[in-house]
T-cell receptor, first 114, second 111 residues
């Protein structure tokens, strides 16, 4: 299994500001995934982060709004930029297990924008 | 778009078997069926997966129809801690593949 630590677990932010979410994994992984879960909704993939290359964003998500860093094989950050109340969501990072058969998720970062 | 269809909600009495259906009529030959659940305020948790044979682990059983167009997740003796949203996902192969979540089934275990 993989143990994922996300920070912060929750935050309340002012509109127009930015928040950087950290994701630390206890083992080296090739890809890390960032998801968003809007209130009462399912999870939606934001982007896939490879170490040493630019993240790959899904339709509807852009780098200027959600810049991602992946400096090494155990760590990634997602920044939510110029926040508005519509960005209020839970943000989760995920990695694939060593066996490649299951994904592991962090506990999520609950973001509220006021 | 998600390739699966699930009922939005189900109830099950504590101690009984919970049977959660999933339709995936457009599944292709190399796609697996995965089940995850999300307990309130937590990240999703892997439960089980299968290709075409029935599978069982310590958490659940997965029954896949012969034509692979549908499946059923079975929690044999549901407890209150099994109350969660259950997601049925189809994905190709192993390793570093993104997950496309549908709306899932909200399972409530009734005391």
């Amino acid at each position: 299994s993989a143990v994922i630590s996300q920070k912060p677990s929750r935050d309340i932010c002012q509109r127009g500001t930015s928040l950087t979410i950290q994701c630390q994994v206890d083992s080296q992984v090739t890809m890390m995934f960032w998801y968003r879960q809007q209130p009462g909704q399912s999870l939606t993939l934001i982007a896939t982060a490879n170490q040493g290359s630019e993240a790959t964003y899904e339709s509807g998500f852009v780098i200027d709004k959600f810049p991602i860093s992946r400096p090494n094989l155990t760590f990634s950050t997602l920044t939510v930029s110029n926040m508005s109340p519509e960005d209020s969501s839970i943000y989760l990072c995920s990695v694939e297990g060593v066996r490649g058969t299951e994904a592991f998720f962090g506990q999520g970062t609950r973001l509220t924008v006021v | 778009d998600a390739k699966t269809t699930q009922p939005p909600s189900m109830d099950c009495a504590e101690g009984r078997a919970a049977n959660l259906p999933c339709n995936h009529s457009t599944i292709s030959g190399n796609e697996y069926v995965y089940w995850y659940r999300q307990i309130h305020s937590q990240g999703p948790q892997y439960i089980i997966h299968g290709l075409k044979n029935n599978e069982t682990n310590e958490m659940a059983s997965l029954i896949i129809t012969e034509d692979r167009k549908s499946s059923t997740l079975i929690l044999p003796h549901a407890t209150l801690r099994d109350t969660a949203v259950y997601y049925c996902i189809v994905r190709e192969g192993f390793g570093n593949e993104k997950l496309t979540f549908g709306t899932g089934t909200r399972l409530t275990i009734i005391p």
